[in-house]
């Protein structure tokens, strides 16, 4: 029998890939992070909460996304990416243990949405790095150059859809809507803490000698590229998200009546449906010698807020899909761009460093909804979103 077992297990284990088991991680850490987006007009309307409150509850989870991306990544520079992420596992689960309990108070919508971002703070860090890490060498041998950024950005995109579509048909169509869609994403994430205890380390080395918060200090944060380059990219990425399918469903309530659920649902599926359709290609724009790629994105990212503008002045469902369309392509371009810019500048002890700033970066732009509600209260939200562009 002991016989047998030792043999089933390397056989199990050289079907699938190391990266897979990563790539898992970070598609549940990122279903937890977005299936929240969705909801929000049911927020509003069941709920009766304010725009800007639901909006902020959107963007809070950015208070505990971004220190989770800093010291996550430092640490697990440090001390490996396994232990980190099994934190990220932990807290994926807490997060949505406290959102199941919402209807019990605001107060356990915000202390959910936190954890929620610690969760893609500590996936985005250490997971993007563990995958990138294992789809090279003896680990992965085959793959070229860039599959591990196109592997990276492809699980949070398709993570981040997967959880939005199933909390919104659960919202529009299934019984305690309020409550269901949490807890079938704990029952995802938790065979992963098995898996990832499972998955072989690939940072081995450990950090800085001395304490190690001397090690949230990144070198290659300061490079010229990054600060000129992928920093005046990054907020855009998730600020177009949040603008194309976390407000634009709020503004159109009255065009969507009781099919709001489905639209909202529609709008971030189709935004990161096509993110993940355009990742593959998306290579083939970026380059090293230029800031193409990201110019690229940017653009495509300024075109979809203002086709959302167009929608909310038309009150058109079809136009504001076509505007999710838009960032959708910028976003995968964007993504794929970055992560291939951070993966090239970082040095061999700060990529997970510098990969949790650029993310705390970009998921900054999760705060434009809240500021546009609040600023919508004095000026018209076309005249707002003209700004932006």
């Not at 971004?66 to 689960?93: E, K, N, Y």
């Not at 985005?124 to 890490?133: P, T």
């Not at 409550?179 to 704990?186: R, S």
């Not at 495509?300 to 203002?306: A, D, K, N, S, Y």
């Amino acid at each position: 029998m002991p016989t047998t077992g030792s043999v089933a297990l390397p056989q199990t284990r050289a079907r699938v890939l190391p990266w897979v088991a990563a790539w898992g991680a970070v598609f549940v850490c990122s279903w937890g992070g977005n299936q929240f987006s969705p909801l929000l007009l049911m927020y509003e309307q069941r709920q009766h909460y304010s725009s800007v409150l639901v909006n902020v509850f959107l963007g809070v989870y950015v208070i505990g996304l971004a220190p989770a991306l800093l010291v996550a990544g430092s640490l697990s520079d440090r001390h490996g990416r396994r232990p980190l992420l099994l934190v990220g596992i932990g807290t994926a689960v807490v997060g949505s243990g406290l959102l199941a309990l919402g209807p019990l108070g605001p107060a356990f919508l915000g202390a959910g949405r936190l954890f929620s971002g610690a969760t893609v703070g500590i996936a985005m860090a250490v997971g993007n790095s563990w995958v990138k890490e294992l789809s090279q060498g003896r680990f992965d041998p085959r793959a070229d150059a860039g599959a591990g950024a196109r592997r990276a950005s492809l699980a949070f995109t398709l993570g981040s859809a997967s959880g939005a579509l199933v909390a919104g048909v659960i919202a529009q169509w299934g019984p305690i809507p309020e409550v269901l869609p949490f807890l079938v994403h704990i029952a995802v994430a938790l065979p992963f803490a098995v898996i990832v205890w499972r998955t072989p380390e690939t940072n081995t080395a450990g950090g800085l000698p001395g304490p190690w918060w001397r090690q949230l200090r990144i070198p290659s944060a300061g490079h010229r590229r990054f600060t000129r380059v992928v920093l005046v990219a990054a907020p855009w990425i998730f600020g177009s998200a949040a603008i194309g399918y976390g407000y634009l469903p709020t503004q159109l309530a009255g065009a969507t009546g009781t099919w709001g659920l489905v639209f909202a649902t529609a709008a971030t599926v189709v935004a990161l449906g096509v993110s993940s359709a355009v990742q593959p290609i998306a290579k083939r724009v970026h380059s090293s010698t230029s800031a193409r790629g990201l110019t690229v994105a940017v653009a495509l990212m300024t075109v979809g807020i203002g086709v959302v503008a167009l929608a909310i002045v038309l009150q058109s469902v079809w136009i504001g899909l076509g505007a999710n369309v838009v960032i959708g392509a910028g976003i995968g371009v964007a993504l794929v761009s970055s992560l291939l810019e951070v993966q090239r500048i970082a040095g061999t002890r700060d990529l997970a460093g510098l990969t949790g700033v650029f993310y705390a970066a970009a998921y900054a732009g999760f705060l434009a909804p809240a500021v546009i509600a609040a600023v919508a209260g004095f000026v018209a939200v076309p005249v707002v979103l003209a700004v932006v562009v």
